[in-house]
């Protein structure tokens, strides 16, 4: 690893986002540290899922300067861009498999695309994956269309690890699973987090996923971040907000007996 | 016995691994980068070392020279002291890291997983089950239109019953974007084959001396058969796709669930509208291809044979009865039904994906093509039979 923990992997400067005449960050700052877990919240409409498809490139930013593994992505030849590019891994909210690929085709992809493994190897690899997301191993062979919701994600975050990624991004990777099935998950992204020193970078409105695996929270309110910390930064904070989404009634319930 | 892969040129520490037999002991040294880009040759190479292992007790794997390791490496570690361990061979993993050590366990705690299988089934079975599949389907799909056939028609009538159930609106946006939206591709075409008829027309019967003949060919052939022929196949490529896509992608967003726990019948609010105006839209568009169809041969014909307008005109009402014509256009209700009723069918046998769509949309096209030609050869046999 050429990096060590702690360092700055994800670096966001003065990011200006905006759609039209609607401005969604101003001068947003944020930094990410190796090998931690960071939760992003914020209410609905304030540019969450915005910021992490800035990081990814997918939208590109109005001002301002984004540095992933310490490197400028956007000023990148695009060849180089790509290489770079394999080093992060994307859970979008349904999973977003491909429709016409069988779940261990769908995590073979990036094989298929950027390696040259021999099939074995390959379905050797999707079968470990399959296994580590706690997947049965008979859901190799289905299709996208014939998952449960929960089974999607499990499915999509077994893609998204397929190159063993130094980054996970999630877009509300517990949003629509059952309470079991969403703390099967939180476990899962922290022992994954333990085993291969991800950095995982979580957009979530999941309070009990925040409490359970986030090493700190960002808070993203009035078109910039306003407040970064522990989960016990939250709770002391007196912004008005952030005491809302802290103290109210559903964040007593997800803390009580914790 | 010593092999290596992996230690090409290059600066980084590409994986590698070496093997080699001590007396009773294969060693196994691992080093290098053991993360998935360069462990392609190693793979290779541990696979071949199982497939004939030496004849020894014990393998000692080595892994203190490993720079890089990641779930991969671990994947293939695990595998092989496995399969090394189903020989008979006690395994010692040695100087094994925290890390590694926890990618390994991680990895073996589910047990080795099976890898996954891709069914291969023997060529010949692999063939009748595909002829028996395609048998059953379209046994299938023959009792599904029929079902679905008849729910149309008594849709239909409820809406006679009952006028009020008609949509008006989508019924008469369907007729502007099937109907008259298509007027323009209807007439160029038309008017362009009325022409090559006649012109291939003209060019063969002169051998004969009966050119004049030509017109008869033109009027008879348009009215009775190209026209509607010709209009029906492009209405099938334009509309009938258009109706499977529409109604396939609100199928697969659950609009028309939603449509049914509104309390709305999507039968009413999709497929009648679209159904009924087809059958409206159709004859007219075949009508408008008939009179095209004729332009076009009138100016071939005026320009190779000389005949002015007004004979032609003249030639075209003493060649052609009421019945020409009538053959025509009472088949285009029919055939109009036909493509709206297997369009808006094959967009409701869409299932969830995105391919879906488009196997159902070229399934539509080709059906409803197919099934216009079959109606029309039907409908010549009975009119022959009534001698019309």
């Given at each position: ?9 994800i ?20 930094t990410v540290k ?27 930013p109005?001002?301002?300067?984004i ?10 030849p ?12 994307v859970?979008f909210q349904d999973?977003?498999l491909f ?8 995590i073979?992809?990036?094989y298929?695309e950027?390696?040259?493994l ?11 994956k399959?296994?580590?997301v706690?997947?049965?191993p008979e ?8 998952l ?6 499990r499915a999509?975050l077994?893609?998204?690890?397929a ?13 629509g699973?059952?309470?079991i ?7 899962l992204i922290?022992?994954l ?6 950095t995982?970078?979580?957009?979530t409105h999941?309070?009990d996923?925040?409490y359970?695996t ?6 993203l309110?009035e078109?910039?971040?306003i407040?970064?910390g522990?989960i016990d930064?939250m ?8 005491h ?7 964040a007593?319930?997800?803390f009580a007996?914790? | 016995?010593?092999?290596s892969?992996?230690?090409e ?12 037999v ?6 196994i040294?691992?080093a290098g980068?053991?993360?998935i880009v360069h ?23 080595d892994?203190?020279a ?7 490496g671990a994947?293939?570690?695990?595998r092989?002291a ?21 990618l390994?366990?991680k990895i073996d705690a ?11 089934e023997?060529l010949?079975i692999?063939?009748?089950?595909r002829?028996?599949?395609?048998v059953r ?17 008594a ?15 989508p ?6 974007k099937?109907?008259?939206?298509a ?11 009325g022409a090559?008829v006649?012109q291939?027309?003209a060019?063969q ?14 009027a008879?052939i348009?009215?009775?058969?190209v ?5 029906a196949?492009?209405?099938a ?13 609100m ?7 939603a ?10 609010m ?9 059958i ?5 568009l075949?009508f408008?291809?008939n009179?095209?169809g ?5 100016v ?11 004979v032609?005109?003249?030639r075209?009402?003493e060649a ?6 009538g ?8 055939m109009a039904?036909?493509?709206?009723l ?5 967009g409701?046998?869409?299932?969830g ?20 030609i079959?109606?029309?050869?039907l409908?010549?046999?009975f ?6």
């Amino acid at each position: 690893m050429t990096m060590r923990k702690g360092e700055p992997i994800i670096e966001v400067e003065g990011l200006v986002t905006r759609f039209g005449d609607h401005v969604v960050h101003e001068n947003l700052d944020l930094t990410v540290k190796r090998g931690e877990v960071i939760g992003i919240v914020g209410g609905s409409g304030t540019g969450k899922s915005v910021l992490l498809r800035t990081i990814l490139g997918l939208k590109k930013p109005d001002a301002g300067r984004i540095r992933v593994f310490g490197l400028d992505l956007a000023e990148m030849p695009e060849q180089e861009r790509r290489v770079h590019e394999r080093r992060w891994g994307v859970l979008f909210q349904d999973g977003a498999l491909f429709s016409s690929l069988t779940v261990a085709q769908n995590i073979q992809v990036p094989y298929r695309e950027h390696l040259q493994l021999s099939q074995a190897l390959m379905d050797e690899l999707a079968a470990v994956k399959i296994a580590m997301v706690g997947l049965k191993p008979e859901a190799a062979g289905l299709y996208p269309s014939e998952l449960s919701g929960g089974m999607r994600k499990r499915a999509g975050l077994a893609r998204a690890l397929a190159l063993d990624p130094e980054i996970l991004f999630l877009d509300e990777p517990t949003a629509g699973l059952d309470p079991i099935g969403a703390a099967a998950f939180d476990e899962l992204i922290d022992d994954l987090k333990e085993t291969l020193g991800l950095t995982v970078f979580l957009v979530t409105h999941d309070l009990d996923t925040l409490y359970a695996t986030c090493d700190r929270i960002a808070v993203l309110a009035e078109k910039r971040v306003i407040l970064i910390g522990t989960i016990d930064d939250m709770l002391l904070s007196r912004h008005p907000w952030v005491h809302e989404y802290f103290h109210g009634r559903r964040a007593r319930a997800a803390f009580a007996g914790k | 016995m010593r092999n290596s892969a992996g230690r090409e040129a290059g600066a980084a520490p590409r994986a590698s691994c070496e093997t080699g037999v001590d007396g009773q002991t294969l060693h196994i040294v691992a080093a290098g980068d053991w993360s998935i880009v360069h462990l392609d040759p190693v793979d290779r190479q541990l696979r071949a070392l199982l497939a004939a292992p030496p004849s020894v007790r014990r393998a000692e794997i080595d892994l203190a020279a490993i720079d890089r390791f990641d779930t991969a490496g671990a994947c293939v570690l695990a595998r092989t002291a496995a399969l090394l361990r189903d020989k008979g061979l006690t395994v010692d993993l040695k100087n094994m890291s925290e890390a590694q050590r926890i990618l390994i366990d991680k990895i073996d705690a589910g047990g080795m997983p099976e890898p996954v299988r891709h069914l291969s089934e023997p060529l010949y079975i692999q063939v009748t089950a595909r002829v028996g599949e395609a048998v059953r389907a379209i046994g299938e799909e023959a009792m599904g239109m029929l079902g679905f056939v008849g729910a149309v028609v008594a849709t239909i009538g409820r809406t006679i019953v009952h006028p009020r159930r008609l949509r008006v609106v989508p019924f008469v946006h369907h007729m502007e974007k099937a109907g008259f939206d298509a007027l323009p591709l209807v007439c160029l075409l038309t008017f362009l084959i009325g022409a090559v008829v006649a012109q291939q027309g003209a060019v063969q019967l002169r051998q004969f001396g009966a050119e004049v003949f030509t017109v008869n060919l033109i009027a008879i052939i348009f009215l009775r058969e190209v026209g509607l022929l010709l209009t029906a196949i492009i209405v099938a490529g334009r509309s009938g796709s258009a109706f499977t896509a529409e109604i396939g992608s609100m199928k697969m967003r659950e609009e028309i669930d939603a449509m049914r726990t509104l309390g709305l019948d999507p039968m009413d609010m999709l497929v009648v509208p679209r159904v009924l105006a087809l059958i409206v839209a159709l004859p007219l568009l075949t009508f408008v291809a008939n009179i095209m169809g004729l332009i076009g041969g009138g100016v071939v014909v005026q320009l190779m044979l000389d005949m002015s307008p007004g004979v032609y005109i003249q030639r075209v009402q003493e060649a052609v009865g009421f019945w020409t014509f009538g053959v025509g256009i009472v088949k285009a209700p029919f055939m109009a039904a036909t493509i709206a009723l297997v369009g808006c069918r094959a967009g409701m046998s869409v299932t969830g994906s995105a391919e879906s769509v488009g196997a159902q949309t070229t399934r539509s096209v080709v059906r409803s093509i197919f099934l216009v030609i079959v109606l029309d050869a039907l409908f010549a046999m009975f009119f022959t039979a009534v001698d019309i």
